[in-house]
T-cell receptor, first 111, second 112 residues
Framework: NAGVTQTPKFRILKIGQSMTLQCTQDMNHNYMYWYRQDPGMGLKLIYYSVGAGITDKGEVPNGYNVSRSTTEDFPLRLELAAPSQTSVYFC??????????FGQGTRLTVV | KQEVTQIPAALSVPEGENLVLNCSFT??????LQWFRQDPGKGLTSLLLIQSSQREQTSGRLNASLDKSSGRSTLYIAASQPGDSATYLC???????????FGTGTQLKVEL
């Protein structure tokens, strides 16, 4: 009963490096989301997807990219990492009537 | 643009007290409202989900109400325990991708 799985749990990047945050779900949900959470702030939506092959920008998409080739996977790509991208990243799915389910998060530090 | 506010930002209570956390939102055209709990360094755990047609939901010592017309929800915690210490987040779902908009949370500390 995995639910939403994110990898890695922690990562330190140097400025200018790139990386992909992985998210996979086994609940067959169409809707998937990426949020970032900064200290003392609520969660901000980065990108979301309403199904395989369809993605759209959220509130804070700059510096990120996503793809959704399958229902299960929704990776988040960081290009040219900047200190402002230091944050905790959460992937979530939505079962519509069942509400949202979250992964355990990826804590990213850019130095 | 939907905005969600949670009051108070932080709350400290002695064990055994009943308490109320507040959540307000600006756009009443929501699909549902969800309350989450977040422990330090952890992910979000769903506590209660209230559909837009519902007035309240209960789970154990937790009761959440929804007044969509006034843009308010409350989370009532009965007989608080130290294990209830966490940050509580509310989020509303609106159309166009079923996006969730989050409040900034209430940090609760229940002391012995």
């Amino acid at each position: 009963n995995a639910g939403v799985t994110q990898t890695p749990k922690f990562r330190i990047l140097k400025i200018g490096q790139s990386m992909t945050l992985q998210c996979t779900q086994d609940m067959n949900h169409n809707y998937m989301y990426w949020y970032r959470q900064d200290p003392g702030m609520g969660l901000k939506l980065i990108y979301y997807s309403v199904g395989a092959g369809i993605t759209d920008k959220g509130e804070v998409p700059n510096g990120y990219n996503v793809s959704r080739s399958t229902t299960e996977d929704f990776p988040l790509r960081l290009e040219l990492a900047a200190p402002s991208q230091t944050s905790v990243y959460f992937c979530a799915t939505d079962g519509t009537l069942g509400g949202a389910f979250f992964g355990q998060g990826t804590r990213l530090t850019v130095v | 643009k939907q905005e969600v506010t949670q009051i108070p930002a932080a709350l400290s209570v002695p064990e055994g007290e009943n308490l109320v956390l507040n959540c307000s939102f600006t756009d009443s055209a929501i699909y549902n409202l969800q309350w989450f709990r977040q422990d330090p360094g952890k992910g979000l755990t769903s506590l209660l989900l209230i559909q837009s047609s519902q007035r309240e939901q209960t789970s154990g010592r937790l009761n959440a109400s929804l007044d969509k017309s006034s843009g308010r929800s409350t989370l009532y915690i009965a007989a608080s325990q130290p294990g209830d210490s966490a940050t509580y987040l509310c989020a509303v779902k609106t159309g166009g991708g079923n996006k969730l908009t989050f409040g900034t949370g209430t940090q609760l500390k229940v002391e012995l």
